[in-house]
């Protein structure tokens, strides 16, 4: 984007208003998320490809217009159309209201530290090659710190990102994981973090040695420059997953001063360190004060139990590269996303029929040991179909997320809900039991994000309040199980005054 990448970083202050305008200067359709903005009434500039618009063909143009809310924190901006968001993003900065204060102590200086995938071949070509044979993905050939790999990887051995920080200083770090298939530990070596943010929201501030950080989610750290004057490195290698890239990338922080450096290097958490994930994962909580308030629904009105699959399609002769000659899918609540032909947006709106059906399940539609070994055919192929669930506005909801072992397919997956942040107010391993596990909710301080991690084998359940008017899509930000279909949408029907109904649609829609 614009020539840089990662691409620019957008500033702005809580509340305001940024339009963008879009100009495809590629050769592929393209469209753009806000991920973290919650476009109040604005479902038009969300951005997902044929869901909330018809893609900005090559030599087009869209002007997107981005609506801040109750964001203060770090979100993101990244390409929604199929995997181009692997070099098409950059950070969003949203600052405190003039006049107001960060509720932690004003950092010297802040940076974005944006980890992002690298592939070496046209990522386009490397997925519709993958989608069209059945098979898995590729791998990545590279993670990468602000745009650079960093010295483990030989193509970037003598170039890597570098900070510097000066004895006394306190810094803020705002990560974000743009990576496309892994989640991420993330340490610098020798150093502590404080957590105090995450997905545009502020926590409780939580001294960590690392963070674990899911593709899709940001995270604000303050690191205190309180070490020696030396080079420390900073590093971030992944929580193993069924397939996954194993290698680490680097970063330098560098003191400034005059001495002679024997660089460090972070003790980074295993692959399979899922006691580290756990415990990180556990201890974050909203900061819920006065100055900033959360407001979790302490009664529910739809209840929602969601199992998250993997799937596997018949072809012809058997001669897909999937199991025992299939193709992969993936699905939520045994339906398998298909995206449509025009926008589901615009067939709301206009009231066009044919583009998606209004019958998303609230639950399975069959019980069985979703975590064990052994599992009935009948959840082995999925439907297929776009399917919504209509909700009435203002309507609060529960959705618990229950991971499945389906083709040994378990593992951690970050849903990611557009248009809303969501409280993540309890999680677990095993079965969901809706007589108990409630019981354990944190209705008090839980985090408000934007995307959680369902646990390998688990579950996790987020309560939210359906005020925002729309269609609004929720998916898998592992790429691989979002491009097999492991996506809904929620369209949140109008409420009865204008300033609770969908805006009026923009004038340069882009055509399908």
Known sequence: MNGMFPGPTLYAYKGQRIKVNVVNQGSYNVTIHWHGVKQPRNPWSDGPEYVTQCPIKPGANFTYDIILSTEEGTLWWHAHSDWSRATVHGAIIVYPKNGTNYPFTQPDDQFPIFLA???????????????????????????????????????????????????????????INGIMNEEMFFMVANHTFTLVGMDGAYTKPLETDYILISPGQTMDVLIKANQTP??????????????????????????????????????????????????????????????????????????????????????????????????????????????????????????????????????????????????????????????????????????????????????????????????????????????TDPKSYNLVDPPEVNTIGVPKNGWAAVRFRADNPGVWFMHCHLDRHSSWGMDMAFIVKNGTTNSTSILPPPRNLNPC
């Open 117 to 175: 995938s690298w592939f070496k071949g046209d990522v386009m070509e490397i997925v519709e090659t993958a989608l069209d044979d059945g098979g898995e993905f590729n791998i990545s050939d590279a993670f990468t710190i602000n745009g650079q790999p960093g010295y483990l990887y030989n193509c970037s051995e003598t170039d890597m990102y570098q900070l510097t920080f000066d004895y006394g200083k306190t810094y803020l770090l705002r990560v």
């Open 230 to 435: 030396n080079h420390y490195y900073m590093a971030a290698r992944a929580l193993e997953g069924v397939v996954y890239n194993n290698s680490t990338t680097t970063a330098l922080v560098k003191y400034s001063g005059n001495y002679n450096a024997t660089p460090s290097f972070p003790d980074l958490p295993y692959y399979n360190d899922t006691d580290a994930a756990e415990s990180f994962v556990d201890g974050i909580r909203s900061l819920a004060s006065e100055e900033h308030p959360i407001d979790v629904p302490q009664t529910v009105d739809t209840h929602m139990y969601i199992t998250v699959s993997m799937n596997a399609i018949p072809c012809i002769n058997n001669s897909c590269d999937g199991p025992n000659g299939s193709r992969l899918a993936a699905s939520l609540n045994n339906i398998s996303f298909q995206t449509p032909s025009m926008d589901i947006l615009q067939a709301y709106y206009k009231q066009i029929g044919g583009v998606f059906t209004t019958d998303f399940p609230d639950e399975p539609p069959y019980y069985y040991n979703f975590t064990g070994s052994d599992f009935p055919d009948n959840v082995l192929i999925p439907t297929l179909g776009t399917r919504v669930r209509v909700v009435e506005y203002n309507t609060s909801m529960e959705m618990v997320f229950q991971g499945t072992n389906v083709l040994d397919g378990a593992e951690n997956h970050p849903m990611h809900l557009h248009g809303f942040s969501f409280y993540f107010v309890g999680s677990g391993y095993g079965i969901f039991n809706n007589e």
